[in-house]
Protein backbone atom coordinates (compact mmCIF):
# COMPACT_ATOMS: atom_id res chain seq x y z
CA UNK A 1 0.00 0.00 0.00
CA UNK A 2 2.65 2.34 0.72
CA UNK A 3 5.21 1.72 -2.03
CA UNK A 4 2.40 2.21 -4.49
CA UNK A 5 0.49 4.84 -2.59
CA UNK A 6 -3.50 3.18 -2.96
CA UNK A 7 -5.81 1.12 -0.79
CA UNK A 8 -5.37 -2.35 -0.31
CA UNK A 9 -8.56 -2.92 -2.01
CA UNK A 10 -7.43 -1.44 -4.68
CA UNK A 11 -4.63 -3.15 -4.99
CA UNK A 12 -6.13 -6.71 -4.70
CA UNK A 13 -8.43 -5.57 -7.05
CA UNK A 14 -5.65 -4.97 -9.86
CA UNK A 15 -4.27 -7.65 -8.94
CA UNK A 16 -6.84 -10.19 -9.76
CA UNK A 17 -7.30 -8.36 -12.55
CA UNK A 18 -4.25 -8.90 -14.02
CA UNK A 19 -3.78 -12.34 -12.98
CA UNK A 20 -7.44 -13.26 -14.68
CA UNK A 21 -5.87 -11.81 -17.74
CA UNK A 22 -2.65 -13.62 -17.61
CA UNK A 23 -5.12 -16.78 -17.17
CA UNK A 24 -6.71 -16.33 -20.16
CA UNK A 25 -3.67 -16.06 -21.62
CA UNK A 26 -1.95 -18.82 -20.58
CA UNK A 27 -3.47 -21.38 -23.70
CA UNK A 28 -1.92 -19.01 -26.02
CA UNK A 29 1.47 -18.43 -24.03
CA UNK A 30 2.44 -21.78 -23.16
CA UNK A 31 2.93 -25.45 -25.36
CA UNK A 32 1.79 -28.79 -24.51
CA UNK A 33 4.53 -31.31 -23.65
CA UNK A 34 3.65 -33.09 -26.72
CA UNK A 35 7.15 -33.43 -28.48
CA UNK A 36 8.88 -36.50 -28.79
CA UNK A 37 11.22 -36.39 -30.78
CA UNK A 38 14.55 -35.16 -30.70
CA UNK A 39 14.91 -31.24 -31.63
CA UNK A 40 16.09 -30.92 -34.84
CA UNK A 41 19.13 -28.84 -34.10
CA UNK A 42 20.36 -31.34 -32.52
CA UNK A 43 19.56 -34.84 -34.55
CA UNK A 44 20.94 -32.30 -37.38
CA UNK A 45 24.59 -31.98 -35.87
CA UNK A 46 27.20 -34.19 -35.76
CA UNK A 47 28.51 -32.72 -33.01
CA UNK A 48 25.80 -32.96 -30.54
CA UNK A 49 23.44 -35.99 -32.03
CA UNK A 50 26.03 -38.60 -30.35
CA UNK A 51 25.75 -37.50 -26.85
CA UNK A 52 22.00 -35.68 -26.86
CA UNK A 53 20.17 -38.45 -29.52
CA UNK A 54 17.33 -38.82 -27.18
CA UNK A 55 17.01 -35.60 -25.26
CA UNK A 56 13.74 -34.45 -26.15
CA UNK A 57 13.69 -31.03 -23.18
CA UNK A 58 15.55 -29.32 -20.24
CA UNK A 59 14.34 -28.61 -17.10
CA UNK A 60 15.61 -26.69 -14.16
CA UNK A 61 14.87 -24.84 -11.41
CA UNK A 62 16.05 -20.83 -10.38
CA UNK A 63 15.26 -18.78 -7.31
CA UNK A 64 12.63 -15.90 -8.14
CA UNK A 65 12.90 -12.73 -5.67
CA UNK A 66 9.78 -12.60 -3.40
CA UNK A 67 8.65 -11.08 -0.57
CA UNK A 68 7.98 -13.09 2.45
CA UNK A 69 5.84 -12.80 6.03
CA UNK A 70 9.05 -12.19 8.71
CA UNK A 71 7.76 -15.10 10.55
CA UNK A 72 8.61 -17.06 7.16
CA UNK A 73 11.77 -15.22 6.23
CA UNK A 74 13.79 -17.96 7.27
CA UNK A 75 11.85 -20.55 4.86
CA UNK A 76 12.21 -18.37 2.16
CA UNK A 77 16.19 -17.31 2.49
CA UNK A 78 18.38 -18.75 -0.36
CA UNK A 79 21.41 -20.09 0.22
CA UNK A 80 23.08 -16.26 -0.81
CA UNK A 81 20.56 -15.06 1.70
CA UNK A 82 17.69 -13.59 -0.25
CA UNK A 83 14.57 -14.41 0.28
CA UNK A 84 13.45 -15.88 -2.86
CA UNK A 85 10.77 -18.55 -4.37
CA UNK A 86 12.23 -21.76 -6.14
CA UNK A 87 10.66 -21.80 -9.61
CA UNK A 88 10.92 -25.46 -11.03
CA UNK A 89 10.45 -25.08 -14.64
CA UNK A 90 10.79 -28.21 -18.03
CA UNK A 91 11.20 -25.87 -21.46
CA UNK A 92 11.86 -27.05 -24.96
CA UNK A 93 14.76 -25.60 -27.13
CA UNK A 94 11.93 -23.36 -28.84
CA UNK A 95 12.28 -21.70 -25.39
CA UNK A 96 8.39 -22.59 -24.60
CA UNK A 97 8.03 -23.30 -21.42
CA UNK A 98 6.08 -26.52 -21.02
CA UNK A 99 5.70 -27.22 -17.41
CA UNK A 100 6.17 -24.52 -14.47
CA UNK A 101 5.98 -25.62 -10.70
CA UNK A 102 6.67 -22.55 -8.56
CA UNK A 103 6.29 -21.57 -4.89
CA UNK A 104 7.96 -23.52 -2.87
CA UNK A 105 10.80 -21.65 -0.64
CA UNK A 106 13.95 -20.49 -1.60
CA UNK A 107 16.22 -22.98 0.63
CA UNK A 108 14.98 -26.15 -1.13
CA UNK A 109 17.25 -28.19 -3.25
CA UNK A 110 15.69 -28.34 -6.91
CA UNK A 111 15.73 -32.07 -6.64
CA UNK A 112 13.26 -32.21 -3.86
CA UNK A 113 11.15 -29.88 -5.84
CA UNK A 114 11.50 -32.14 -8.39
CA UNK A 115 11.02 -35.28 -6.02
CA UNK A 116 7.81 -33.73 -5.04
CA UNK A 117 6.46 -32.47 -8.42
CA UNK A 118 6.26 -36.19 -10.04
CA UNK A 119 4.88 -37.63 -6.81
CA UNK A 120 2.30 -35.24 -6.20
CA UNK A 121 1.48 -33.24 -9.57
CA UNK A 122 -0.53 -35.57 -11.83
CA UNK A 123 0.48 -33.39 -15.00
CA UNK A 124 3.82 -33.76 -14.47
CA UNK A 125 4.92 -34.93 -18.14
CA UNK A 126 6.94 -37.60 -17.75
CA UNK A 127 9.48 -38.33 -20.76
CA UNK A 128 8.77 -40.94 -22.69
CA UNK A 129 11.11 -44.59 -22.39
CA UNK A 130 13.96 -43.84 -23.74
CA UNK A 131 13.93 -40.06 -23.94
CA UNK A 132 15.09 -37.69 -21.42
CA UNK A 133 15.28 -33.88 -20.18
CA UNK A 134 18.60 -32.29 -20.12
CA UNK A 135 19.06 -30.99 -16.51
CA UNK A 136 22.05 -30.02 -14.09
CA UNK A 137 24.01 -31.46 -11.21
CA UNK A 138 21.31 -30.28 -8.61
CA UNK A 139 19.18 -33.60 -10.37
CA UNK A 140 21.90 -36.13 -9.80
CA UNK A 141 20.67 -40.03 -9.97
CA UNK A 142 17.09 -38.97 -11.79
Known amino acids: MERFQHSLETIH ?78 CDFDLNFTYVYAGWEGSIVDARVLDYAISQDRAFPFPPLSKYYLVDAGFANY
Open 13 to 90: RRFHQVLSALCALAPEMTTRPNSTNTYPKISCNPDFHPYFKNCIKAMDGTLIPAWALRIDQNRYRSRKGRIAQNVFAI
